[in-house]
């Protein structure tokens, strides 16, 4: 049974910082991906960055390039979002997922973790 746990949300000022951490049990993904989605009030639920793991390329929304960074210990099964300079904009509930595969649907989703950015 694979489960993925976020932590590490909460609220922030505008231009803060912010790390959410997603924590993946009972299975590896070492050789597939794992991304982070994000889903705002009244918005359809958006990409955000996406990291695959046996090659370590990353690639990133519009949106956050610049400002986000995804990273992984494989060793732990734990994918992270550093989130800097961040903006009112970013608010948002932010999903952790996970695939087995490098490309096509994600098969597995944690609870989604709250972040709140104040002006």
């Known amino acids: 049974q694979v489960q993925l746990v976020e932590s590490g949300g909460g609220s922030v000022q505008a231009g803060g910082s912010q790390r959410l951490s997603c924590a993946a049990s009972g299975g590896s993904f070492s050789r597939g991906r794992m991304a982070w989605f994000r889903q705002a009030p009244g918005k359809e639920r958006e990409f955000v960055a996406v990291?695959?793991?046996?090659?370590?390329?990353?690639y990133y929304s519009d949106s956050v390039k610049g400002r986000f960074t995804i990273s992984r210990d494989n060793a732990k099964n734990t994918v992270y979002l550093q989130m800097n300079s961040l903006k009112p904009e970013d608010s948002a509930v932010y999903y952790c997922?996970?695939?087995?595969?490098?490309?096509?649907?994600?098969?597995?989703w944690g609870q989604g973790a709250q972040v709140t950015v104040s002006s």
């Open positions: 997922t996970a695939s087995v595969q490098i490309s096509g649907q994600y098969e597995y």
């Open positions: 990291i695959w793991s046996s090659d370590d390329i990353t």
